[in-house]
């Protein structure tokens, strides 16, 4: 199912793109929780990782590397980061497009609430 993230991706909806390539794209989110805050979604449409399959293995490691790599270009990697992955309802899932959260720049507590 199309969310407003395929709108990005297609750049029908505006939204500051501060990495792309043919698996992936970032993008600064919309209402940052932290100094740095941006969101790396395939261009699959993948609803969430509940529905992640084998294949999509390298996939998921492409996101992984690719906000690490962010992180690092930010300066903010040695201070450390938070990658997240919001699942469906429980998890606080809101666009159900498969996307991995960078958020960065701040200390941050544990566990979440
Ligand atoms: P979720 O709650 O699904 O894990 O995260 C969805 C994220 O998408 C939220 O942090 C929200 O602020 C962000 N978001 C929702 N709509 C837009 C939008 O139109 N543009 C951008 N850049 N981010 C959005």
């Given at each position: 199912m199309?969310?407003?993230f395929s709108k990005i991706i297609?750049?029908?909806?505006?939204?500051q793109i501060v990495y792309e390539d043919e698996h992936l794209l970032a993008f600064?989110?919309?209402n940052p929780q932290a100094p740095v805050h941006v969101l790396f979604i395939p261009r699959e449409e993948i609803?969430?990782?509940d529905a992640l399959e084998d294949r999509h293995a390298e996939l998921v490691g492409r996101?992984?590397?690719a906000a690490g790599r962010y992180a690092r270009e930010a300066g903010i990697a040695?201070?450390?980061y938070r990658l997240v992955m919001n699942t469906n309802e429980h998890?606080?899932?809101t666009v159900f497009h498969l996307h991995l959260h960078l958020i960065g720049g701040r200390p941050m507590s544990?566990?979440?609430g």
């Open positions: 199309p969310t407003l297609s750049r029908e909806i505006p939204a600064k989110d919309i609803a969430s990782a996101l992984v590397l040695e201070d450390g998890g606080g899932q544990w566990p979440p």
